[in-house]
């Protein structure tokens, strides 16, 4: 399997040349709940690192996705709104949201990989 | 008699067993089967022309009432209703509290209720009195003495204070520059919603690793991360106390730092009801800020009544505040006249705003006096740590090591996760025990949140009442093994558990036949 990287607020990467393909891990997924609409970026979107790249509503809650880098956005999964259970597959398999042609590739840096991430999960409420 | 036997009727639509008990199904009015039935025998027109130059129509398909079934069917839907003369009502942010039947009584005397917006202001001197006098007493209360009773309930008052920074802000040349608002992310949706309505971007502050208040670090952080002097920074909007029930103690150091750099603090009034009398949010560097008079103020609310979110600011910002406001020239009032104060942002709602909530919450005010208004603040907060302290043994209480609460208690479903029992399912064992949830899933600093609102009104008979069965619930839970019967609560109501996943992903919001 891939190398994925992670942040706090739970998005998970992959990255793939110079492009960073973003989904939610499964513990976002888990804490969101049955999910109701996916608002995709649009194609062709600028983002700075810690800006939305879309939105995932469930039952309970909205919660904002935000990009691990900066970059422009060349591709959203337009499969997911039609089908938010590809979520859970894993970001090869269909499971990502966006993917970020990354401008600055060196803030790949200050994301956690898997072992950081699964310790970091253990301080989570 | 058979259980399932359906006996159809002509005139009352479908009517099954499921009335039993006196509690009655309804079907809309379109599905009642259509009759010779009228409300209102007209005759028909004998020969003459019809003005409207169009032939008459014929049957457009309209649904046939007499006046008796046209009242039944209404009142049998209104007993589905749930409100705070129901029971107890515990929302968090919400403030359900009591609606004194004096705050009634008085809105509607004759002088009040039987009066027109466009009459002379001479004929209506006891209206715009009262009008002003409430302007006072928000002002007096705020330490903000500027105020516009229009905006028609909290969201727009939100809008309306937000405006006015916007307002200040362009007559002074500086809202090309000044194009960000801050808001920790405990607030309410409203606020940065509010923000981005009116053009701003929304910067969020984290709160969460701080205990649920705002820290001067992340306000530093957030204030100066895209200017060293903050002054792309338009103002910040903050709720005090807070969503998590939390008085923010440090908003003056970080107002007195966002005034330096040129910004304004917008307070969201939603939970003024436990500070009222006990510190005036200006002292604390608030700039402008509304009021929900259907919260703290005793209006009627939650589909009882519209709501009145008036919005108080300093002398600074005040000719910046919508039109019209209240007047006195000498002994007489009135409203301000168009054209009569240029600076203004305009006019956001119609008229003076919800005249008859203007009569109530003035009405309330004064039953109670400053001293009472002070106990209102007071019970509010005891009843909350009640409540807080009383449950903190079998729910997760997040900030309860922290100190007190205000005027309302966070408690989450970590505890009850563990045994597969969620906040929603708490919530739904709480309406197959009879009693309305408190609100759930916010705020969204943590999962599974609860925040239980008592409000002041509520006896200690009630409460406690509540913290049994709460009890009950956590021990049911903790003892494991009772995952499936709390996924299929309610079971008692009329309806069971409804499939919310579906009905949002698949809404139908037209009625069809």
């Known amino acids: 399997m891939a190398e994925l990287r992670f942040t706090r607020d739970h998005e998970v990467i992959y990255v793939e040349g110079d492009v960073a393909w973003v989904g939610i891990t499964k513990y976002a997924q888990e804490a969101l709940g ?21 939105v995932v509503e469930s039952v309970k809650t909205a919660a904002e996705v935000y990009s691990p880098v900066d970059g422009e956005v060349v591709e959203a999964n337009e499969a997911l709104e039609g089908d938010f259970d590809l979520l859970a597959k894993t970001l090869e398999e269909g499971g990502w949201i966006a993917k970020v042609k990354m401008s600055n590739p060196s803030q790949l840096g200050d994301l956690m990989d898997q072992a950081a991430y699964d310790e970091y999960l253990k301080t989570v409420d | 008699m058979s259980a399932e036997k359906t006996i159809e009727f002509k005139d009352e639509g479908k009517m099954t067993d499921d009335n039993r008990g006196l509690h009655y199904e309804e079907n809309l009015l379109w599905e009642k089967e259509r009759s010779d039935t009228s409300g209102v025998d007209m005759p028909k027109p004998a020969g003459a022309p019809l003005r409207t ?7 457009i398909g309209l649904p046939q009432v007499s006046e008796p079934q046209a009242l039944r069917h209404f009142v049998r839907m209104s007993t589905w209703n749930y409100s705070i003369d129901h029971g107890f009502f515990p929302l968090g942010s ?150 998590c029930g939390l008085f923010e103690s440090g908003v ?12 304004y603090f917008y307070m969201d009034g939603a939970n003024f009801n436990a500070i009222v009398g006990k510190v005036r949010p200006a002292d604390f560097g608030v700039d402008v800020m509304h009021i929900n008079l259907h919260k703290t103020f005793s209006t009627p609310h939650g589909g009882g009544g519209p709501g009145s979110g008036p919005i108080c600011c300093t002398e600074e910002l005040a000719p910046y505040l919508p039109k019209p406001l209240v007047v006195k020239d000498g002994d007489a009032y009135r409203l301000e006249e168009d054209g009569e104060r240029e600076t203004t942002l305009g006019t956001l709602k119609g008229f003076q705003g919800q005249f008859g909530m203007h009569v109530r919450a003035l009405t309330y005010m004064l039953s109670h006096g400053k001293d009472g208004l002070r106990q209102v603040s007071e019970d509010a907060v005891l009843n909350a740590n009640y409540i807080l302290r009383s449950l903190e043994g079998h729910y997760h ?13 966070l408690l989450t479903d970590k505890r009850q996760k563990e045994k597969g029992v969620s906040t929603l399912d708490i919530a739904k064992m709480l309406v197959e025990r009879g009693f309305h949830p408190m609100t759930v899933y916010f705020p969204l600093v943590l999962p599974g949140t609860m925040l239980i609102e008592p409000t002041e009104t509520e006896s200690k008979d009630s409460i406690d ?33 409804l499939d919310e996943v579906k009905a949002a992903r698949n809404p139908i919001l037209r009625w069809k036949n």
């Open chain 1, 34 to 54: 049955d999910l109701v609409f996916v608002e995709l970026p649009e194609v062709g979107k600028t983002v700075s690192k810690g800006d939305d790249v879309a």
């Open chain 2, 53 to 59: 130059g169009h032939e008459a129509r014929g049957d």
């Open chain 2, 94 to 243: 919400c403030t359900m509290k009591h609606n004194p039947r004096l705050n009634e009584k008085l809105a509607r005397l004759p002088g009040f209720a039987a009066i027109h917006p466009l009459q002379p202001a001479s004929t209506v001197q006891g209206a715009l009195g009262v009008m002003y006098e409430l302007q006072n007493w928000l002002g007096e209360l705020t330490g903000l003495k500027s105020v516009c009773i229009t905006p028609a309930a909290g969201a727009q008052g939100e809008l309306a204070g937000i405006m006015t920074i916007r307002r200040k802000h362009e007559l002074s040349g500086e809202s090309a520059k000044r194009r960000i608002i801050l808001t920790p992310d405990s607030s309410h949706g409203t606020n940065p919603a509010t923000a981005a309505m009116c053009g701003y971007e929304v910067r969020n502050i984290p709160t969460k690793e701080t205990g649920g208040i705002l820290s001067l670090e992340a306000f530093k952080e957030a204030l100066y991360k895209t200017d060293e002097n903050g002054e792309d920074v338009a103002g910040m909007m903050v709720t005090n106390p807070n969503t």
């Open chain 2, 252 to 263: 003056k150091d970080m107002a007195d730092l966002l005034h330096a750099a040129g910004g």
């Open chain 2, 397 to 409: 209480a997040p900030f309860a090591a922290n100190g007190h609460c205000m005027h309302e208690a």
């Open chain 2, 465 to 497: 009442r509540f913290i049994t069965v709460m009890k009950e619930i956590a021990e049911e839970v903790e003892a494991g093994d009772v995952e499936e019967k709390y996924h299929s609560m309610p079971i008692a109501t009329p309806r069971r558990r």
